[in-house]
């Protein structure tokens, strides 16, 4: 069985292009090792292969979920004859079985050579179809399209044409970490940073032993998803339990929660200087909560030196919530759990804060102590593709 695996947006990345076709290509090998699948670069597409025993809907599940792929196709081939005689044994072959009452061929002469035009292979093809099948022609509304592509010495064929996710190969934008919650934001915050072709390391700050280890849980869980779009996950799990006490004991409670952020930030930073990352995420939208205000947020993103992106900064809770159903984070997002961020929170948190207030309330704490001492209980889990739950890639994203 074979597969032509296509892309879009890194056609226009001119002498790059090479680096982000070979990122592909190498995300495409990844995302099907375990079906033996052979990937090849062929001219300005990708071919999948795999033995004709590998069922066509675990193979389909993975090309769904490689960012880069705008769409792909089962193929199948002919050479190419002039006369098309190959080209109309395979057609009819393959047509065996199927039933539609109305069809079209779209042709692309890739090959220029070929002694055929692309009018002229649709006209005969379409002659032939109608012939062997009796369906008619419709070139508006038919119920298959069948796609011919004249490619050097072959014809390739295909019935269809699959959506990819689209984006850019995971890796080719370089490493992230990426702060993950047990709650709605954080996991689709990462999984559009792995869109944008970048490799997104996890952290999750908890407060165990203080609450009970379902954050943790569902952090693991939120790992294990989104491994089957960057295919390895690494979710650093960090204790801040000490931490957030420190801050009760000696800070104004009205800038706990900034506080907290401004700590979550730093622990975020030292980890991505450990790892090679070279920015945070989080999944911050504007005005949504308390410290998510944009005064809060300048003086949250004045702790560390890394920029801060924030992919759902524009996005309202609605629009979250639609993505977060999509990709399959929803409900593992919305198990009950105790958020270390709602520990010690006063009911009136500023939305405001002045970064002067703020650094004075630091000044009476061991900001690199309590940042080394949390680290120094962080620890490190893995996750494969192999670890990802199954089921189809979302089609709303």
Same mark, same amino acid.
């Given at each position: ?300 993103? %004045? =702790?560390?030196?890394?920029? +801060? @992106?924030?992919?759902?900064? /524009? $996005? #309202?809770? *609605?629009?979250? &919530?639609?993505? !977060? ?26 939305? %405001? =804060?002045?970064?002067?207030? +703020? @650094?004075?309330?630091?000044? /009476? $704490? #061991?900001? *690199?102590?309590? &940042?080394?001492? !949390? ?23």
């Amino acid at each position: 069985m074979q597969v032509i695996a296509r892309y879009h947006e890194i056609a226009l990345k001119g002498r790059n292009r090479p680096f982000f076709v070979r990122g592909l290509a190498f995300n495409l090998r990844r995302a099907t090792a375990d079906l033996d699948a052979r990937v090849q670069i062929v001219g300005s597409r990708l071919s999948v292969s795999v033995a004709d025993s590998v069922p066509w809907e675990a193979l389909k599940e993975r090309l769904e979920r490689v960012f880069g792929v705008r769409n792909f196709a089962r193929v199948f081939e002919a050479p190419a004859d002039p006369e098309l005689l190959a080209l109309k044994a395979a057609v009819g072959l393959a047509l065996l079985g199927r039933t539609y009452a109305s069809f079209r061929i779209t042709c692309r002469r890739s090959w220029k050579q070929f002694a055929l035009k692309s009018q002229d292979i649709e006209r005969e093809l379409g002659a032939f179809v109608n012939a062997e099948t009796g369906w008619r022609v419709d070139l508006h509304h038919p119920e298959l399209t069948l796609l011919v592509e004249v490619i050097k010495d072959r014809v390739l064929f295909s019935f269809e044409k699959l959506a990819g996710p689209g984006g850019m190969p995971v890796g080719t934008s370089g490493r992230v970490v990426g702060l993950l919650s047990g709650g709605i934001d954080s996991p689709v915050a990462a999984w559009r940073l792995m869109k944008r072709g970048c490799r997104v390391t996890l952290v999750n700050c908890h407060a165990f032993p203080l609450q009970d280890r379902t954050m943790i849980d569902k952090a693991r869980d939120l790992a294990r998803l989104l491994a089957r779009w960057q295919y390895k996950s690494r979710l650093w799990l960090v204790p801040i339990a000490e931490l957030q006490q420190t801050v009760v004991a000696h800070a104004p409670a009205a800038l706990r929660v900034v506080l907290y952020r401004r700590f979550m930030l730093r622990i975020a930073e030292q980890l991505a200087f450990k790892v090679g990352a070279k920015a945070l995420v989080t999944g911050e939208s504007l005005g949504q909560v308390a410290s998510q205000t944009l005064d809060n947020l300048r003086t949250i993103d %004045a =702790a560390v030196t890394l920029p +801060v @992106l924030r992919p759902l900064i /524009g $996005l #309202d809770k *609605e629009e979250i &919530v639609a993505q !977060a159903q999509a990709l399959g984070s929803f409900e593992i997002s919305t198990l009950p759990d105790q958020d270390c961020c709602q520990l010690f929170v006063p009911r009136s948190p500023a939305l %405001a =804060a002045k970064l002067e207030e +703020v @650094l004075a309330a630091e000044a /009476g $704490l #061991d900001v *690199e102590g309590l &940042v080394r001492s !949390a680290l120094k209980g962080a620890k490190l889990e893995r996750f494969d593709i192999a670890d990802a739950p199954a089921g189809p890639a979302p089609a709303a994203l």
